[in-house]
């Protein structure tokens, strides 16, 4: 199987800070690119995300969540929800171009361009262990969680 290692990126983060890939100390990171903060979905991924993060950390593993959202928005959606994990603000879409995660999406019967829900875990080489795309919901993260147990 060709290793597909993931090139270096910076993306303003919550918390004031930005974030570098090359940076990353975690021995796994989980980023997960999601539609859009406090939309039904993405609201119950996020707290799935946060109610495991305890776990993930004790595997090593970091988690960021990814979205065009801007950075108040992301700011906004991580206070009300709580999570212990920072968002990454792709207002410019260059991550999600490198992931390969914008698609064409039906949304009421009309075609528009969007994030198709999907998540990747990296070593600590940036090489991607696994990806999960176009996911559903109920399930992924534990789905995930049990992955990087394995690792």
């Not at 930005?18 to 021995?27: C, G, I, Q, V, Y």
């Not at 776990?55 to 960021?64: A, H, S, V």
Request: hydrophobic fraction near 35%; charged fraction near 25%.
């Amino acid at each position: 199987m060709e290793k597909h290692i993931v090139s270096d990126f910076s993306l303003p983060c919550t918390g004031g800070a930005t974030f570098h890939l090359s940076e990353a100390k975690e021995k796994f990171l989980v980023l997960y690119f999601y539609p859009k903060d406090n939309t039904p979905g993405c609201t119950t991924e996020g707290i799935q995300f946060r109610d495991l993060h305890p776990q993930f950390q004790k595997l090593g593993c970091g988690i960021y969540g990814i979205s065009r959202d801007s950075l108040k928005s992301h700011e906004g959606f991580k206070a009300k929800l709580g999570f212990p994990f920072d968002l990454l603000a792709d207002t410019e879409e260059s991550v999600c171009t490198q992931f390969g995660v914008i698609k064409m999406k039906n949304m009421y019967g009309k075609q528009v361009r969007g994030i198709e829900r999907s998540t990747f875990v990296l070593d600590r080489e940036r090489v991607i262990r696994r990806e999960w795309r176009g996911i559903k919901v109920p399930g992924h993260v534990q789905e995930v969680f049990d992955f990087v147990k394995t690792l």
